[in-house]
């Protein structure tokens, strides 16, 4: 009995994607529920798993291929599946068991470095590889490998890099790989940002003093009793719908002719992920504790380092929050996620002298960075905005009361 894998249907305006990455070859077993291919959209990356235990029988369609919902992807034989285990049947589904349980970056960190997993000890937890177990691998590899002539490719469609060696020959390196649907999406609409909006940037500076010492004092008590640790960007982010609420129109959008006043509050908290910058939104902050937003955060960074964020999970958001300050940013200009009509952005933070009632001290500063959209948001709502927040950091009480 064949089964048929075929295209699930795409997110909403998203008319088709590219076949990422095939798991499994024409001949080989498949276990049901494992990972057959990846199709890469221009917004998530999309896994299509088996739904049936058996063996490939045909792949329809190659690395870089373009496909749309509903088209056959592969067939899958379920006889093949009925033949009785040996030992090395057993072997080979232990593997396979071992492959289904790693996380997307780690399936395609070996796909691109053309490693297998039985090459691999895996120190995860209940022996699962991680990538760590590849870098060792790779580092143990290069070790080992001999001189080699410096080679130039150009990668091929399926956006695996090419096999680049560089030696000391004295020879130029240059390496071509197509962009990903992602990263190409994310110039398209950064570059439309800039077209389309009339974005001006305020900046201040806030004293992280407060902040830092209310998080040592209290940050192993909280950490105990919610199981997640206190970081900074939840003070941002409930600092920023306090403001949010005093200034609605920096929580509004253009529609045409009309501008969207949100009366929620759900905020994009940009992070970094292996195919490029990410924006999950976290929904309803307003209603969220601390507790919560620390514990969405971290959901949302695993999820991003693994390449697993859904469509639901970037969709929307009213406000973005941006922290440079991880990379060491001192001062930037963010640049905003249309049709939002601002973004916050956060920095390093460093000891300056800073002169407090008549006297110099030294205290931890953060500059901040309001980037917003001067056809909705005025500059005086954007300085208040901005000083609103400084306020709430420079006195977490406020926070709590909401004045």
Do not use: C
């Amino acid at each position: 009995m064949n089964t048929e894998i075929k295209v699930p249907e795409l997110p909403e305006s998203v008319a088709d994607a590219v076949i990422a990455n095939w798991y499994k070859q024409v001949g080989e077993t498949i276990n049901m529920d494992e990972v057959l291919v990846d199709l890469e959209t221009d917004k998530v990356i999309l896994e299509v798993p088996a739904v049936k235990q058996g063996v490939v029988k045909e792949i329809l369609f190659s690395v870089g291929d373009i496909v749309t919902a509903g088209q056959l992807l592969a067939v899958i034989d379920e006889s093949g599946a009925m033949v009785e285990a040996t030992e090395q049947d057993k072997e080979t589904t232990e593997t396979s068991s071992k492959a289904a349980s790693m996380s997307p970056s780690v399936r395609k960190m070996m796909v691109e470095n053309s490693i297998d997993e039985t090459q691999l000890t895996g120190t995860g937890k209940g022996g699962r590889i991680i990538k760590q177990d590849i870098e060792n691998f790779l580092k143990e590899k290069t070790a080992e490998s001999p001189v080699t002539k410096t080679v130039t490719q150009t990668a091929k469609p399926d956006n695996v890099p090419a096999e680049v060696k560089t030696f000391d020959t004295g020879e130029r390196l240059e390496r071509r790989v197509p962009m990903t649907r992602l990263r190409a999406r994310i110039a398209e609409r950064l570059l439309q940002s800039q077209q389309q909006a009339a974005i001006l940037t305020t900046f201040n500076e806030v004293n992280m003093k407060p902040v830092m010492e209310l998080r040592a004092r209290y940050k192993e008590t909280f950490e105990k009793k919610f199981g997640v640790r206190l970081g900074f960007m939840s003070f941002f982010l409930r600092a920023s719908v306090e403001a949010l609420k005093q200034f609605p129109e920096i929580n509004a959008s253009i529609d045409g002719n009309d501008i969207v006043y949100h009366g929620y509050y759900d905020i994009g908290v940009a992070v970094s992920g292996p195919s490029g910058l990410v924006v999950p939104v976290l929904r309803d902050v307003d209603m969220q504790t601390i507790a919560d937003i620390e514990q969405s955060i971290v959901n949302y960074a695993v999820k991003a380092k693994d390449n697993s964020l859904s469509l639901d999970d970037i969709t929307g958001g009213t406000f973005t929050v941006t922290n440079g300050g991880v990379f060491g940013s001192m001062l930037s200009t963010p640049i905003i996620n249309p049709p939002q009509s601002a973004i916050l952005g956060m920095h390093n933070i460093t000891e300056r002298a800073m002169v407090v009632d008549g006297e110099v001290q030294v205290l931890p500063m953060m500059y901040l960075a309001l980037s917003y959209d001067h056809r909705l948001v005025d500059g005086k709502s954007a300085v208040q905005f901005l000083v609103t927040i400084k306020q709430m950091l420079e006195d977490p009480s406020r926070i709590l009361l909401g004045v």
